[in-house]
């Protein structure tokens, strides 16, 4: 076990927003002559608003806003009201908000009234990252805990029954209980003050508390606080029917669990947290049998009668593939994203840990003789907690399919020469696009300007303006280009090279 805490020491990262801006108006970085009535911010997501935590300032520090920001009614939009005859200059809007799954999201946005817009503020500083680490590891925690207390507890119940007179077999099984109880508390206790933007000082506040028990991952909390009471008692219990209240208490707690996290988000909601909560329930029989046979039932009588477990064991693994295997595709789009995103890449380290534990579990299978087993099944424990640590770090990272649009390169023809035109991300949102004209031998050429429009009929845009600006050397870069939705995008572009020398040419790319 300590091995496993001191994995989830050094991998838990501080929780990444998951809802990410896909579009604004006005768009960041636009001049526009006519003061706007309101700013609109769109995300991928449905978020939650921060009382006072999404505003419009000028540059000059004067508040802009008319009232309090309100959600559109599919909750992915943030209308903020602004002050009628707003006066020529520069302003900054700023938001803070929490993310469908309860985390917090941060970031600004600029634009100029009657001339360019200024400096992009920064987002707001984030005051609570130890926080948010210290929830991430209560989170990891709390997966240790449910491998002791529900599959554990459940695999020695059903299957090896004597090892509950062990005082071994107790004390792990407590150990597991407070584990739940503690992490349960302390992400109640944690997830307030992020949401504030307040550290360690606000944790017992009644706002940071309310404001807890207010949001969905509240409730969630409280029914998981309950359901460890009933997991407590149910251990304690020698009756029949506390096997049954624990295996219950066990897939509700698993259900809390995916309720707080990426099933809830996206398409299929229901089904991908079904399938989670699934996901969960076989991790830990599989986890928690694996540690009653090391510490239990194999130093005590060997590997005698271990047939059962072989079954339920290929069950969970079984389990854990298919329901993995759909998570993965409702997460990592494309294939690409499993090795250019975060999340893709720590998924496959998961998935390359899980295959190195069926493997070891084959040969055990192949080799008989008890020595053999046990350190097999020990390496596989080992593992076991590798891949709690792992999982703990992905569900603090956003889906591979929220952040993959790796930048491109294209060539477009004019006529003997060629349009180079690169874009930093082709993920749906701001982008910058790049042009420089290139002679027949590759070689950079002067032109006098570069305009263009975009396009998708996937979309059913048919055409938004790109402003181009002279950048470094011969290079032209976009002003502000958004492609807010994605699919298949055509850049159309003119480029003149003098007075009498003009050349049209379309350039095509995938927006994700």
Same mark, same amino acid.
């Given at each position: ?245 624990? *295996? $219950?208490? @066990?897939?509700? +707690? =698993? #259900? ?6 990426? /099933?809830?988000? &996206? ?118 907690? *590798? $891949?709690? @640590?792992?999982? +703990? =770090? #992905? ?6 399919? /929220?952040?993959? &649009? ?107």
């Amino acid at each position: 076990m300590a091995v496993a805490f001191a994995i989830l020491g050094l991998t838990a990262a501080p929780a990444h927003a998951h809802a990410v801006l896909v579009a604004s108006s006005p768009i960041d970085g636009a001049r526009v002559e006519t003061p706007p009535t309101v700013v609109t911010l769109t995300f991928d997501e449905s978020v939650r608003l921060i009382p006072d935590a999404a505003q419009v300032i000028s540059m000059t520090g004067e508040p802009a806003t008319a009232g309090p920001a309100h959600l559109s009614d599919d909750g992915t939009t943030i209308v903020i009201p602004l002050r009628p005859h707003l006066p020529r200059g520069s302003y900054a809007a700023t938001w803070r908000v929490v993310s469908a799954d309860g985390h917090v999201v941060a970031g600004s946005i600029s634009y100029g009234i009657g001339q360019d817009a200024g400096a992009q503020l920064p987002p707001p500083a984030d005051h609570s990252a130890a926080l948010t680490l210290t929830s991430d590891v209560a989170r990891g925690v709390l997966y240790v805990g449910l491998v002791l207390a529900t599959g554990m507890a459940l695999g020695c119940r059903m299957l090896w029954p004597w090892t509950l007179a062990l005082k071994r077999t107790t004390a792990l099984l407590v150990a597991g209980w407070a584990a739940i109880v503690v992490a349960t508390v302390a992400q109640f206790l944690l997830q307030g003050p992020p949401s504030l933007d307040l550290g360690w000082a606000a944790v017992f506040t009644r706002d940071a508390l309310a404001n807890t028990l207010s949001s969905r991952t509240g409730v969630l909390l409280v029914v998981r606080a309950a359901l460890a009471m009933a997991i407590g008692i149910a251990l304690r219990s020698r009756r029949r029917g506390a096997t049954t209240v624990l *295996a $219950v208490c @066990a897939a509700g +707690t =698993a #259900l809390t669990v995916a309720l707080d996290g990426h /099933a809830s988000v &996206g398409a299929q909601p229901w089904l991908a947290v079904a399938v989670t909560t699934v996901h969960v329930l076989a991790m830990t029989v599989w986890l928690g049998g694996l540690v009653a046979l090391c510490v239990a039932v194999l130093p005590t009588r060997g590997a005698d009668d271990l047939r059962r477990w072989s079954l339920i064991a290929v069950g969970c693994v079984s389990v854990l593939i298919l329901s993995g295997t759909y998570q993965a595709w409702r997460q990592v789009r494309p294939v690409a994203a499993l090795w250019s995103t975060s999340y893709g890449i720590t998924l496959s380290v998961k998935v390359a840990i899980v295959a190195t534990m069926v493997a070891l579990a084959y040969l055990a299978r192949r080799r008989s003789g008890p020595n053999t087993l046990r350190r097999t099944v020990i390496a596989e424990l080992v593992l076991g907690m *590798a $891949v709690v @640590a792992v999982t +703990t =770090a #992905l569900v603090t990272l956003p889906p591979a399919r /929220a952040t993959y &649009g790796p930048p491109v390169s294209l060539s477009a023809p004019l006529d003997d020469r060629t349009a180079a035109v690169h874009l930093d991300t082709t993920r749906r949102g701001p982008t910058t696009i790049s042009v420089t004209a290139l002679d027949a031998h590759g070689h950079p050429i002067r032109v006098v300007s570069v305009s263009g429009t975009l396009s998708s009929q996937d979309a059913g845009i048919a055409s938004l303006a790109v402003r181009f600006e002279p950048s470094v050397a011969d290079q032209w870069s976009s002003s502000h280009a958004v492609v807010p939705l994605p699919g298949s995008w055509t850049l159309h572009l003119v480029v003149e090279f003098s007075t009498a020398d003009a050349i049209t040419t379309t350039a095509h790319f995938r927006v994700w």
